[in-house]
């Protein structure tokens, strides 16, 4: 584990938004068809993607690439 980086933290969207370099409707538009990474969605309606899902889901890409 990276120095500062906490154990399956939490990202934003607009952190996996800069990660990817995709517009945000590119990203909702693959949340809405089951194709985005698996996220949490918090009750005051903000979203979060556990690191750990972001890099599987990543990785499952890469794979199909």
């Not at 933290?9 to 068809?33: G, S």
């Not at 990474?37 to 199909?64: C, F, M, Q, T």
């Amino acid at each position: 584990m990276s120095k500062g980086r906490v154990p399956d933290e939490k990202l934003t969207i607009q952190e996996v938004l800069a990660d990817l370099k995709v517009a945000p409707a590119t990203f909702y538009r693959w949340r809405q068809l089951g194709k985005g990474p698996r996220s949490i969605k918090l009750p005051n309606g903000d979203v979060r993607i556990r690191r750990s899902d972001y890099e599987r889901w990543l990785a499952e890409r890469e794979d199909a690439a």
